[in-house]
């Protein structure tokens, strides 16, 4: 076990509609990074959160958003759902912003109708 | 940023034999990590190797490094049922431009019969 949390476990949602994920960072860690994992391909990179600001982001268009709060948990966003938004969200928590062991969460599964 | 190509995609061997996964990559890294991911869940990190590192060792785990060959290897030694999963390999860029994510290829899956 990480140390990281993630809620809901599951989800499912209808085109055009609104979902917040959560993710509770492992101790001591002040970087969030979220990534999205399609059925049958890798993580992809969503976005990263380093001391409550965004510190870089993947190839996503802005109906993914997000925050992280002073204790370090964050949320993901996600407006205006599509079918293709369907995938198992993964937050990991680190330690600075640089790319050294990351520590994932269990991720949160939606389904998309 | 670059991302790593693990091979082969799928490989299936008994209980007890070995397992030797590969990864390659294109241009110079800072570091290379291994993750593991069991069905539909978090992804676990199992071991990171430096680029000035050729092999390291953690428990029943083996990586290699061969930065002249732009390759790692991944060796799981008298391998069990619990060891099925995907494995991920993620190199990560020299350049401070983008260091701060992981980008993964479509991983190996792996599958120990009991």
């Known amino acids: 076990e990480t140390g990281v949390t993630q809620s809901p476990t599951h989800l499912i949602k209808t085109r055009g509609q609104q979902v917040t994920l959560r993710c509770s960072s492992q101790s001591g860690h002040n970087t969030v990074s979220w990534y999205q994992q399609a059925l049958g391909q890798g993580p992809q990179f969503i976005f990263q959160?380093?001391?409550?600001?965004?510190?870089g982001r993947g190839n996503f268009p802005p109906r993914f958003s997000g925050l992280q709060f002073p204790n370090y948990s964050s949320e993901l966003n996600v407006n205006a759902l599509e079918l293709d938004d369907s995938a198992l969200y993964l937050c990991a928590s680190g330690r600075g912003f640089k790319t050294d062991t990351q520590y994932f969460g269990p991720g949160t599964r939606l389904t998309v109708l | 940023s670059q991302q790593g190509e693990e091979d082969p995609q799928a490989l299936s061997i008994q209980e007890g034999e070995n397992a030797t996964m590969n990864c390659s990559y294109k241009t110079s890294i800072n570091n290379l990590q291994w993750y593991r991911q069991n069905s539909g869940r978090g992804l676990v990190h199992l071991i990171l190797i430096r680029s000035n590192e050729r092999e390291k060792h953690s428990g029943r785990l083996r990586v290699t490094l061969d930065t002249s060959k732009k390759s790692s290897s991944l060796l799981i030694t008298a391998s069990r049922a619990a060891d099925t999963a995907s494995y991920f390999c993620a190199p990560t860029e020299n350049s401070g431009g983008s260091n701060y994510k992981l980008t993964f290829g479509k991983g190996t899956l792996l599958t120990v019969n009991p």
């Open positions: 959160y380093y001391r409550e600001e965004e510190n």
